[in-house]
């Protein structure tokens, strides 16, 4: 089986470096790719096409990991020539996966859950052929959701509304803690329901909330636009909680 | 020594059960008590005085355990015959604890963490006291604070903050994710990373909190009032969520 990689960043790196058998080869093309990205595709000794074109023509699975602003613009450019399953594994919006879904024959819907580059992470797959990428479960934790195109990237959304606005709860809720001096307390007092590590997770997460405080933003925003019809007010009021933590 | 008991339900009762010991005798009385009552305390061979100020001047620790709105009226009446210390520990607001302070002596502020009537409830305390009665450490967890009265119950009411408002999220995400049919998906997917019992704590949350709406609004409601110079912009969200499940 040849899997064939658009983009070779940390996702596809991990890929190639988590699918070991001697069933699967990997391609990819050194198009104009940068001399550090060509290095860490020659370091993995896979095999480059000329172009992206024939790495397209030539997959059982075309794997699309790029930067999601790129991600449809890639399958209008090499979707038509897959013949095989194109699985699009960028952290795009519903919309995007759907817009992809005009220009690909079979698209897979895949979003990667936990970091990539951890020993374990986690995908979710959705589409009609998301069944035959099951096999990959031997390899990193593989799901199939349904047979619907963009559930995959549904259910990341879903998963931020929860983990984002929690981060905007903790920050304030650690704030008014550290105002009466009870932060020390606070922790420990929700250690017993929530679990011993709650102050570590907890800190970390406020943490990289406020120093990525404009993404995260947008990113609640995009989440208020999709699910406009359900007037989120948790996540509104999260949106609003980071907005004061902006230049 | 000689602990005295006004108010003999669920806490006290749990606290009699709890604390054995042939150096602690209890104390309180049948003054005005029902039927039940009685019995309860009949039944774990309670010393019953004629009188609550008989009791409350024999104790050396007084513990008023009552229903929230009669906390201040115990104090009054009883926190003057009190040579020991007064130990409230009803789930009462700071401001409460405040006023009770102005009509005893050495008033210990407990607040209590978890279900009191299971194996294993937390007692926070504070106050100039609180270091006296660590001794109980060995039949309940025991911590001391601060010798600040009104930081236990300040400590209850930032629990709640992150607690009541969690399950506001929780109300909001899970609603979605059912809108999409992504229920059992949305709990899988955080349980990766929130730990196995997600799903099981998630909907015991949001079920105790849909059927105790009303009450969780008026908590919720509190903790804005309390902490108002800190704007809670997640609590008051929390509060509008759960205005719409109410009738």
Redesign the interface.
């Known amino acids: 089986m040849i899997i064939g990689l658009i983009g070779f960043g940390k996702v596809s790196q991990n890929i190639v470096d988590l699918i070991k058998s001697d069933d699967i080869e990997f391609i990819t093309s050194l198009e104009n790719r940068s001399s550090k990205t060509t290095e860490a595709i020659e370091k993995r000794k896979i095999k480059a096409l000329d172009t992206f074109k024939e790495v397209a023509a030539a997959s059982d699975i075309l794997i699309s990991a790029n930067s999601p602003k790129n991600a449809l613009e890639v399958a209008k450019s090499y979707g038509k020539y897959c013949n095989g399953i194109y699985l699009d594994l960028n952290n795009i919006s519903p919309e995007t996966t759907f817009k992809i879904n005009e220009y690909v024959g079979d698209l897979v819907d895949g979003a990667i859950?936990?970091k990539i580059d951890s020993d374990n992470p986690?995908i979710?797959l959705s589409g009609k052929k998301s069944g035959e990428l099951l096999f990959l479960d031997e390899f990193v934790n593989t799901?199939k959701?349904?047979d619907e195109i963009g559930?995959a990237a549904?259910?990341k959304l879903?998963?931020s509304?929860?983990?984002k606005?929690?981060s905007?709860?903790?920050i304030?809720?650690v704030?008014?803690?550290k105002?009466?001096?009870?932060e020390n307390?606070?922790f420990?007092?929700?250690s017993?329901?929530e679990?011993e590590n709650f102050r570590e997770k907890s800190i970390s997460r406020i943490n990289n909330t406020l120093s990525n405080s404009k993404r995260k933003s947008e990113e609640l925003d995009e989440i208020i636009n999709y699910?406009i019809k359900?007037d989120?007010?948790?996540?509104?009021?999260?949106l609003?909680?980071l907005s004061r933590f902006q230049p």
């Open positions: 859950i936990g986690t979710y799901f959701i349904s559930d549904i259910l879903l998963r509304t929860y983990t606005t929690l905007a709860l903790l304030e809720s704030e008014v803690a105002e009466y001096d009870l307390e606070f420990e007092v929700l017993l329901t679990g699910f359900n989120l007010v948790m996540v509104k009021a999260a609003e909680k």
